[in-house]
């Protein structure tokens, strides 16, 4: 199993609904996954994924949230709390469909 950091999203932008996180990624190691893909390698065990606060350097692991009426997504869980820290990163700077 590897231990995955994340540094970049992309998102999408619904006509009058909250943006989603569609890929996420890390430019250093060429990669981007879509999220289907992430929950995915989550639920097999096959990685673990994290992205570190800039300010702080803290560690946020990313796991599945599976709200009963959606798709599930990602979101990072840190000191016993889900949060945002995803939506924080850059965007990255290729395009997925490339």
Request: overall charge negative; some cysteine.
């Amino acid at each position: 199993m590897a231990d995955v950091r994340i540094t970049c999203i992309l998102k999408s932008y619904p006509q009058g609904g909250h943006d989603h996180i569609t890929n996420v990624g890390n430019p250093a190691g060429n990669w981007m996954w879509p999220v289907a893909q992430v929950v995915e390698s989550i639920d097999n065990k096959t990685n673990t994924f994290f992205v570190l606060d800039p300010v702080s350097g803290k560690r946020a692991d990313v796991g599945v949230v599976r709200p009963g009426n959606h798709a599930p997504y990602l979101r990072t869980y840190a000191n016993g709390v889900w949060n945002d820290n995803l939506l924080s990163l850059n965007f990255c700077p290729w395009d997925a469909a490339a």
